[in-house]
């Protein structure tokens, strides 16, 4: 998207980039400038990352992730972190191959540590083969995501990183806002708040330095960058109902730049205005003995409904 004859509102060079919903326009070289500093300034206003933390990142191979991990690469050294990688090898066939290659690749040239962990050693099964054995009609994202969360934890826990960082950026956030908001589940709006203390002491904290970025910024910045583009979709992505909220945002955003920023504003104040209780009593699974909010936990009660015989994580 090139403009002609239009400068750059920071260094006159010509622009290249019409940031809609601030008025702004950006040379490329400003543009890029302009994704690490936003990045840096959430990651400052919420203290996701302190002196000296030890930081996970959490890879998956898509732009997203890679690009998360330049950025934090490049901020890393103000803050005296020591970076790490962590991948998920969920057991996607024709899918996961590709985006673990791009990973294994970024992570050499960054020299950051990448640790793997695949659901095949945790839970003695592949994605693929659980989707195949599912009891009840069962989302395979679902599934999947509270698999993908035990998993991390496990793999930060080995590495002694004290936060773990994600790639969600502000559409991702908001989409799953409006999920929530459609099947009621007022609890897990809460999660939003970027300044929610983990539920224990033992629980490793969470942060997601995009979340103030929009989706399209950060693959433009992943294009400029050449940062690497998976080709294949995950074949079970047109599963849940997020297609159709991110095509409504999308159409929303088009006409009235700047609702997106809106959508996640009010996400944060009704956040910060249910986490007002505190922390809950910590439980441990009966089945498993890992954190959980009730006696059987996300991960035990997900691999209760496909028929294998899980290894408990
Ligand atoms: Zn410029
Ligand atoms: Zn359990």
Redesign the pocket.
């Known amino acids: 998207m090139s403009i002609k004859k239009v400068s750059c509102f920071n260094c006159k060079r010509d622009a290249f980039y019409f940031r809609k919903y601030s008025g702004e326009y950006l040379c490329k070289e400003c543009f890029k400038k302009s994704i690490i500093t936003k990045t840096r300034r959430t990651i400052s206003k919420y203290k996701m990352i302190r002196y000296g933390d030890r930081v996970g990142v959490a890879v998956s191979g898509g732009k997203d992730s890679l690009s998360l991990l330049q950025v934090l690469s490049k901020l890393a050294k103000e803050h005296s972190n020591e970076l790490y990688a962590i991948t998920v090898d969920e057991g996607i066939a024709n899918y996961r191959e590709e985006s673990i290659s791009f990973v294994k690749e970024f992570t050499d040239n960054l020299r950051v540590p990448l640790k793997i962990v695949s659901y095949e050693d945790l839970y003695g099964f592949s994605l693929d083969e659980a989707m195949k054995e599912r009891k009840i009609k069962l989302t395979s994202c679902t599934f999947c995501g509270v698999l993908r969360r035990r998993a991390l934890d496990l793999a930060a826990k080995e590495l002694k990183v004290n936060v773990l960082c994600t790639a969600h950026n502000l559409d991702d956030i908001i989409q799953s806002f409006m999920i929530n908001l459609l099947v009621g589940e007022m609890d897990r709006i809460k999660w939003v708040d970027p300044r929610l203390e983990p539920k224990s002491e033992f629980a490793i904290r969470r942060v997601k330095p995009f979340m103030e970025l929009y989706e399209e910024e950060i693959s433009l910045y992943a294009y400029l960058n050449n940062i690497p583009f998976q080709s294949i979709p995950c074949p079970y992505s047109g599963e849940g109902i997020r297609g159709e909220i991110r095509r409504f945002l999308n159409s929303l955003e088009a006409k009235h730049a700047g609702a997106k920023y809106g959508i996640l504003k009010t996400a944060l104040k009704m956040a910060q205005n249910l986490n007002v209780e505190g922390r809950k009593q910590i439980k441990f ?1 009966v ?2 003995g ?1 954190l ?1 909010s009730s006696s ?2 996300q ?2 009660k997900m691999l209760g409904l496909v028929n294998l015989s899980p290894i ?1 994580p």
């Open positions: 699974c089945l498993c890992n959980s059987i936990c991960v035990c408990l």
